[in-house]
């Protein structure tokens, strides 16, 4: 369990200095660059690449939006369906934002064998599971429907 306190810490830290250097939260970060990285996404396509909930990538895109750094524009043929559009000043922000993990922790994972990293990456995505259980797993405990 400490090093899960541990690994909370740091990520607290960096998250804080990320803040502090870039005016950005990881999350709105994840954000712009799943934007960026998939063209326009509907909102629930970003929620789901950013595995955030729909209701916090709303309000994440309403901060950006206010900002400058997205537009959103609703389908003329289905009022429901809303697509976001990164602006040349989204873009601009996410080429100085800064790496959302750090450089000794990037160049210790790549310089691990690939088994080792896929050993790593299962192991987080394990005690995730734990923490936050997958969306359509929590929904089907709880028994809601998602449609």
Same mark, same amino acid.
């Given at each position: 369990?400490? /090093?899960?306190?541990?690994?909370?810490?740091?990520?607290?830290?960096?998250?804080?200095?990320?803040?502090?250097?870039?005016? #950005?939260?990881? !999350?709105?970060?994840?954000?712009?660059?799943?934007?960026?990285?998939?063209?326009? #996404?509907?909102?629930?396509?970003?929620?789901?690449?950013?595995?955030?909930?729909?209701?916090?990538?709303?309000?994440?895109?309403?901060?950006?939006?206010?900002?400058?750094?997205?537009?959103?524009?609703?389908?003329?043929?289905?009022?429901?369906?809303?697509?976001?559009?990164?602006?040349?000043?989204?873009?601009?922000? #996410?080429?100085?934002? !800064?790496?959302?993990?750090?450089?000794?922790?990037?160049?210790?994972?790549?310089?691990?064998?690939?088994?080792?990293?896929?050993?790593?990456?299962?192991?987080?995505? /394990?005690?995730?599971?734990?923490?936050? !259980? !997958?969306?359509?797993?929590?929904?089907?405990?709880?028994?809601?429907?998602?449609?």
């Amino acid at each position: 369990m400490k /090093a899960i306190r541990r690994i909370v810490r740091a990520n607290d830290i960096r998250s804080k200095k990320v803040a502090r250097e870039a005016g #950005l939260t990881i !999350p709105q970060i994840v954000v712009l660059q799943a934007v960026r990285d998939f063209g326009q #996404l509907t909102t629930a396509a970003l929620s789901h690449q950013a595995d955030l909930s729909p209701a916090t990538t709303v309000t994440i895109l309403d901060k950006l939006e206010a900002r400058g750094l997205v537009t959103r524009r609703r389908s003329a043929t289905d009022r429901r369906i809303v697509r976001t559009r990164l602006t040349a000043e989204g873009e601009r922000i #996410l080429k100085g934002a !800064p790496a959302l993990f750090g450089r000794r922790f990037v160049t210790g994972f790549a310089d691990l064998p690939e088994a080792e990293q896929q050993r790593i990456v299962a192991a987080f995505r /394990a005690v995730a599971d734990l923490v936050d !259980p !997958p969306l359509v797993e929590a929904v089907a405990r709880e028994g809601t429907d998602l449609g």
